[in-house]
């Protein structure tokens, strides 16, 4: 039993940025301020994650979409968005552009848009910086896309 909840434990440090849900284990001050260190995030910002003492499940696009509007829309939408991709409304998104999907739900690493985001792939985006995003906008994108991409509500 001892054993099963410092899984837990783990299993929610590591997947904390993603604000997964950990049923049956709710962070103590130390393991906050544990991935608060490994994963620092701005709370109380647009695009910070709450790490709330409870967290409430894995971000939807709601979390991600502000980002997207503010720095990929003036490109990505209209009649004829960007690399042929929309980014500024979720189903448009997941279609992908003229390369195809730029998300692979789950995976970070061979999802387009992290990568461009990061600069791994080029041209990076946003086109036209810096300023690029922040890390903290870079890791929600990222978190976001590892929990699945969900749409959420
Ligand atoms: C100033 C205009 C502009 C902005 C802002 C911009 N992009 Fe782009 N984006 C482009 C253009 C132009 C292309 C196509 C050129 C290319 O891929 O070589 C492109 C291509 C892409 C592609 C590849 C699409 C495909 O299927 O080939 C991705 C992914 C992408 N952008 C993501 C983003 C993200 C995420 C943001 C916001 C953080 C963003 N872009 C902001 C202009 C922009």
């Known amino acids: ?30 393991s906050v301020s544990t991935l608060s260190t490994a994963f620092p995030v701005e709370t109380g910002t647009r695009s910070g994650v709450l790490l709330a003492q409870k967290p409430e499940g894995p971000p939807s696009y709601a979390a991600v979409a502000g980002i997207l509007r503010e720095s990929c829309a003036s490109c990505h939408s209209g009649r004829r968005p960007a690399g042929g991709l ?4 979720y189903g448009p998104m997941m279609k992908g552009g003229k390369g195809g999907p730029v998300i692979v739900a789950g995976d970070p690493a061979k999802s387009e848009l992290i990568r461009r985001v990061k600069g791994t792939s080029t041209p990076r985006m946003p086109k ?11 890791g929600l994108l ?6 699945g991409a ?3 509500k």
């Open 128 to 138: 036209g910086g810096p300023p690029w995003l922040s890390p903290e906008e870079i």
């Open 142 to 147: 990222e978190a976001w896309v590892l929990a």
């Open 86 to 89: 929309h980014l500024d409304a």
């Open 1 to 30: 039993m001892r054993k099963k909840t410092g899984f837990f434990a783990l299993f929610c440090m590591l997947v904390g940025a993603a604000a997964l849900p950990c049923p049956g284990f709710s962070l103590d001050e130390k």
């Open 150 to 152: 969900p749409e959420g």
